[in-house]
């Protein structure tokens, strides 16, 4: 079992920058692949950056470039490190755990947080 609560989110002017953060808990983090997934209202739950235990990393083609995704095994945390924001970028964000390999999509992650607002003002 594995538990997880985002922080980090909040309210800020475009092309502004946020980091959030995922805490886990439980046995063997970096046996994880950990995801960063956003819905906004409306909208269907959407892939936005994924980091394997080896920490190779996968993004969303809307993201690339200005978000990135980090992992410290020995704190357990994932980070997401958002630069240039948009006013599209706002959501609530999501993170994930999957077992070994990466995926972009949602049915294959196994483990949730309850999510941190981000909004984005133009």
């Known amino acids: 079992q594995v538990q997880l609560v985002e922080s980090g989110g909040g309210l800020v002017q475009a092309g502004g920058s946020l980091r959030l953060s995922c805490a886990a808990s439980g046995r063997s983090f970096s046996n994880y692949a950990m995801g960063w997934f956003r819905q906004a209202p409306g909208k269907e739950r959407e892939f936005v950056a994924c980091?394997?235990?080896?920490?190779?990393?996968y993004y969303a083609d809307s993201v690339k470039g200005r978000f990135a995704i980090s992992r410290d095994n020995g704190k357990n945390t994932v980070y997401l490190q958002m630069n240039s924001l948009k006013p599209e970028d706002t959501a609530v964000y999501y993170c994930a755990a999957r077992w070994a390999y990466w995926s972009a999509f949602s049915n294959d992650y196994a483990y949730w947080g309850q999510g941190t607002q981000v909004t984005v003002s133009s």
């Open positions: 980091i394997t235990g080896g920490t190779n990393t």
